[in-house]
């Protein structure tokens, strides 16, 4: 009986080998996962931000040359005031 006692020990350590090494590599791989989640997140953020700035330059491309019609000039003239508005609330705040 002592021997199926054993036995039966012997196989529960050998699981608990296998899974803690099973946990290392998915501990692994998810680190892995994370990072590589990480690089792809800043990728497609500064992708947004260049995208934003290339519209920003068209935009004053557009407008120095007068190639807009009245409702994007309209609509600039709206984006340039929202700027304004928001810059003066950064020097309100600023000046707390």
Not at 6 to 23: A, D, F, G, M, Y
Not at 36 to 44: G, N, P, T
Not at 47 to 68: F, I, N, P, T, V
Not at 73 to 86: H, L, Q, R, T
């Amino acid at each position: 009986m002592t021997e199926q006692i054993e036995k039966k020990i012997k196989q529960i350590q050998e699981k608990l080998v296998l899974l803690t090494k099973q946990n290392a590599s998915l501990t692994k791989e998810n680190n892995s996962l994370k990072e590589s989640l990480q690089e792809a997140k800043q990728s497609a953020e500064k992708a947004g931000k260049d995208a934003e700035s290339l519209q920003h330059q068209l935009d004053a491309r557009k407008y120095s040359q007068a190639m807009m019609s009245p409702e994007e000039k309209k609509a600039f003239e709206k984006k340039i005031n929202s700027y304004v508005k928001e810059i003066d609330k950064c020097i309100a705040l600023l000046s707390v």
